[in-house]
C-alpha cells in the first residue's frame, strides 16, 4: 500500500537552538509544501521560531471514496465528508503509525514529546486528534483548524479513559461562514471532548469559511509559544 512508503516532508527550521517541535498537517487534496506556502503567504512570512521547528509532512496519495476513488494526498478515507457516519478506522491507524515515526524522528533529535505540537487544518486537524489523543497524549498540545470529529468517534472514549491522566490541550479555531465542515461540527467536537475530560479552547471566526486566516495563525502562534516556551527546565528529562 502506499502508506508504506516514507513520508515527504518540508520544514521551517528554527533559528537558535531546537528545542521543541509543531507538526502541522495538511487538509485533503494539499500537500505539506502547499500549506506551509498557504501559511506563509496569509501571514506575509512563514510561521517561524527561535526555538521550535515546524514540520510538514504531506499525505501519501490513495484513493479517497469522496471524490468516487479518485487518488488524493488525504491522510485517511471518509465514507462521506459528514458528522454522522461511522470513522475509516483502518486508513486512520495505518496512517497513525506513519505519522509516528515522524515524531521518532523528532525524538531522536533530542525533543521529548512534552516539547511537541500536533495539529492541522481540516482533515489534518482531525487526523492530529487521533494521533495525540489515542496515540501520544503526552505532547503538549493539538491544534485542529477548521476540522471536526464524527459523533462516534473514538477519540471521545480513548479520551475518557484517560481522566485523570495527562493529555494534550486542544486549541481550536474555525469560520463561522465555513459551508464544508459546518462551524457547529467543529463546536460540537469541542464539546464532546470537553464533556470527557479535556482541556479545550474553541475560538470563532466571524464570517471566514473553510480557509485560514491572519487572526487565527497568530492566534495560533501566540497559543504555540505558550505551551512551548524557549526555556523549558524540564527539556531533556
Known amino acids: 500500500m502506499a502508506v508504506a512508503q516514507k513520508l515527504q516532508r518540508c520544514a521551517v527550521s528554527q533559528t537558535g537552538k531546537h528545542s521543541a517541535s509543531v507538526i502541522f498537517l495538511h487538509g485533503s487534496g ?27 509532512p504531506t499525505a501519501p496519495a490513495r484513493p479517497y471514496t469522496p471524490m468516487r476513488g ?6 485517511f478515507d471518509r465514507y462521506k465528508i459528514s458528522a454522522d457516519c461511522a470513522e475509516h478506522l483502518e486508513s486512520i491507524d495505518s496512517m497513525c503509525s506513519l505519522l509516528g515515526t515522524v515524531i521518532q ?15 492541522g487544518f481540516s482533515m489534518g486537524g482531525a487526523m492530529a486528534l487521533h494521533l495525540a489523543c489515542r496515540y501520544y ?15 462516534d468517534s473514538v477519540v471521545y472514549q480513548a479520551v475518557q479513559d484517560r481522566r485523570g491522566q495527562s493529555l494534550p490541550e486542544l486549541f481550536q479555531c474555525h469560520g463561522t461562514a465555513d459551508e464544508l465542515v459546518l462551524h457547529r461540527w467543529g463546536e460540537e467536537t469541542g464539546a464532546l471532548l470537553r464533556g470527557v475530560g479535556m482541556a479545550t479552547s474553541f475560538h470563532s471566526i466571524p464570517g471566514l469559511n473553510h480557509q485560514l486566516s491572519s487572526v487565527e495563525l497568530e492566534s495560533l502562534r501566540s497559543w504555540i509559544l505558550k505551551k512551548l516556551p524557549p526555556d523549558s527546565p524540564s527539556h531533556g528529562q
Open 30 to 56: 494539499d500537500t505539506g509544501q502547499g500549506l506551509r506556502a498557504w501559511v506563509r503567504d496569509v501571514l506575509k512570512q512563514d510561521l517561524a521560531f527561535t526555538h521550535i521547528r515546524v514540520i510538514y
Open 70 to 75: 479518485a487518488l488524493s494526498h488525504v491522510w
Open 105 to 119: 524522528e523528532e525524538v531522536r533529535a533530542g525533543v521529548p514529546k512534552h516539547r511537541m505540537i500536533i495539529g
Open 137 to 151: 497524549p503526552e505532547v503538549a498540545g493539538v491544534f485542529a483548524l477548521s476540522s471536526f470529529l464524527n459523533k
